[in-house]
């Protein structure tokens, strides 16, 4: 099973950016997706959910509305759109599937 996330780099506060993780070994279609992160000193944290079929999605209070979960089952992939990242948002960030987890890639917000 591997998880292979990209997209992480070092943005500007108030810029995006979009994770992507390409998830083989398991039956993708079966299985609900998540983004999590971990900054440094702190514990990981849930960021966002998606259901195995992406009619349903959650979020993180302080995400809500500034980014946005998706899945494409046909390709094994599930993205996360991160708008108006703020200095709070830097951090690494991980692919989620139930018990398998990506290497994580680096996100880091900086004036």
């Known amino acids: 099973v591997q998880l292979v996330e990209s997209g992480g780099g070092s943005v500007e506060p108030g810029g995006s950016l979009r994770l992507s993780c390409v998830v083989t070994?398991?039956?993708?279609?079966?299985?609900?997706m998540g983004w999590f992160r971990q900054a440094p000193g702190k514990e990981r944290e849930f960021v966002a959910g998606?259901?195995?079929?992406?009619?349903?999605?959650y979020y993180e209070d302080s995400v809500k509305g500034r980014f946005t979960i998706s899945r494409d089952n046909a390709a094994s992939t599930v993205d996360l759109q991160m708008d108006s990242l703020q200095p709070e948002d830097t951090a690494v960030y991980y692919c989620?599937?139930?018990?398998?987890w990506g290497q994580g890639t680096q996100v880091t917000v900086s004036s």
């Open positions: 998606i259901s195995w079929n992406g009619g349903s999605t």
């Open positions: 989620n599937a139930g018990i398998f």
């Open positions: 070994g398991i039956d993708f279609n079966s299985y609900a």
